[in-house]
């Protein structure tokens, strides 16, 4: 089946990406990311009165914020900023005035953050600092506050447990005895702990677009088909299905349904190792098709005989869905940002997943396997965790 991909990549290659771009201008990570705002810590305090929570950045920010449920979330966007890896994505505050506080990559250029506030529409406030000694930084202030014509804001405050009245007892029937014994035998239902976690998620899930989407991940290859081998001997196959399982887990973390062609070493089609190239490749149209996924993605590794031959690629087929360059443009894009690899843009193909599937679809090519250096990023845990994370921002973004 390899062999199949090959041939038609060098067909798309020879036709729409002369030799020459293998020498395109490199798009660096650390170059990309040098102009924008890194964020680098979140921390928060409380008192009596209220809740602040400060987001420091290594540089100025600009942001803009919005309001949801008047307001049961008050969300910030930090724009040109990048969140660190080291960052804590969430804080459980649950003070009288904020619950939890989560903070992503909402988009490339944007940082988000949500904050879920039991505060009135005006007893919050936002504002920057950015000074010599303070490159960037985002205060806000939620709970007891003063507006601006110096009149204290009152806020609901807990009601205190009313004292039971004394009661005249009267003796109880034998019914009634046999029913209070009855009562106290049944555990009292205790509420799911996760429950306000997974509201939570779900409240930012339907920020980022997310929630609810149908996606099919396509991990390359498997069985007996390894795909390329690196310089290392490191397989294909097990770079795609490593890569598409922490996608998975990042998709349903944040409200997606997630569909994989396969979520082992083995081949989809039920024919297993005996399938012909295109049963093999129609199975896994087959799993996209039948649920009627909002997209698919198919995740690979590429090679080339020059080992010099570096970068990521996004394909789609230009006579299927109109959409399906955008999802192609996204996610490369997305992938780009995290790894730091060259563009080799985004092109299109005849390839048969992409051909042959209903909705948007797009072939990613990660990296170069064949590529010393790409190998080795792509065989690392930080490399699949950021090769995920880019194609779920730029699926995010896709959706948004």
């Keep these: 089946m390899k062999r199949l991909f090959f041939l038609l990549y060098i067909t798309a290659l020879a036709v729409v990406f002369p030799f020459a771009a293998l020498t395109a201008e490199a798009s660096d990570f650390g170059d990309r990311v040098s102009s924008m705002a890194e964020i680098t810590g ?14 420091d950045a290594s540089k100025p920010v600009t942001y803009k914020k919005m309001v949801l449920s008047a307001p049961d979330r008050v969300v910030i966007d930090i ?3 990048w969140v660190s890896p080291k960052l804590d994505r969430q804080l459980d505050l649950d003070t009288n005035f904020v619950g939890t506080v989560k903070i992503a990559q909402f988009d490339p250029q944007t940082v988000r953050v949500v904050v879920e506030t039991k505060v009135g529409r005006n007893n919050y406030k936002v504002f920057g600092l950015n000074s010599g000694t303070v490159p960037g930084r985002i205060v806000m202030d939620f709970g007891n506050l003063t507006d601006s014509s ?37 555990p009292e239902k205790s509420k799911d702990p996760t429950n306000k976690d997974e509201e939570l998620d ?39 299905l490593r890569v598409a399982n922490e996608v998975r887990r990042l998709l349903v973390k944040e409200g997606a349904t997630v569909y994989m062609t396969r979520e082992a070493d ?12 295109i049963e093999e490749l129609q199975a896994r149209c087959d799993v996209a098709n039948e649920v009627n996924a ?12 020059n080992r010099a031959a570096k970068g990521t690629t996004g394909y789609y087929y230009s006579l299927g869905d109109k959409r399906s360059r955008v999802l192609a443009d996204k996610i490369r894009s997305g992938v780009i940002d995290q790894i730091g690899t060259q563009s080799r843009g985004t092109q299109s193909c ?16 990660v990296a ?33």
């Design 202 to 240: 779900e409240e930012l899930a339907g920020i980022t677009g997310l929630k609810g989407r149908k996606i099919v991940l396509d991990p390359g290859h498997g069985g007996s088909d390894s795909g390329a081998i690196g310089p290392t001997g490191v397989m294909e196959k097990s770079v795609t």
């Design 42 to 55: 979140i921390r928060d305090s409380s008192d009596a009165d209220k809740t602040r929570i400060v987001i």
């Design 79 to 81: 724009a040109n900023a």
């Design 294 to 305: 909002d997209i698919f993605v198919s995740i690979h590794m590429d090679s080339f005989t």
């Design 350 to 365: 005849n390839f048969y997943v992409v051909k042959h599937t209903d909705m948007p679809a797009t072939l990613l090519e």
């Design 150 to 186: 110096g009149a204290k804001i009152d806020l609901p405050e807990k009601t205190p447990a009313a004292k039971p009245k004394a009661e005249t007892v009267k003796p109880k029937s034998a019914k009634q005895e046999q029913a209070q014994k009855q009562e106290k035998k049944e």
């Design 368 to 400: 170069f396997i064949s590529n010393e250096q790409e190998e080795k990023l792509l065989d690392s845990e930080d490399g699949i965790r950021k090769a995920a994370q880019g194609i779920v921002d730029g699926i995010a973004d896709y959706f948004g």
């Design 266 to 277: 083995i081949e989809v089609s039920p024919k297993r190792a005996k399938a012909t190239d």
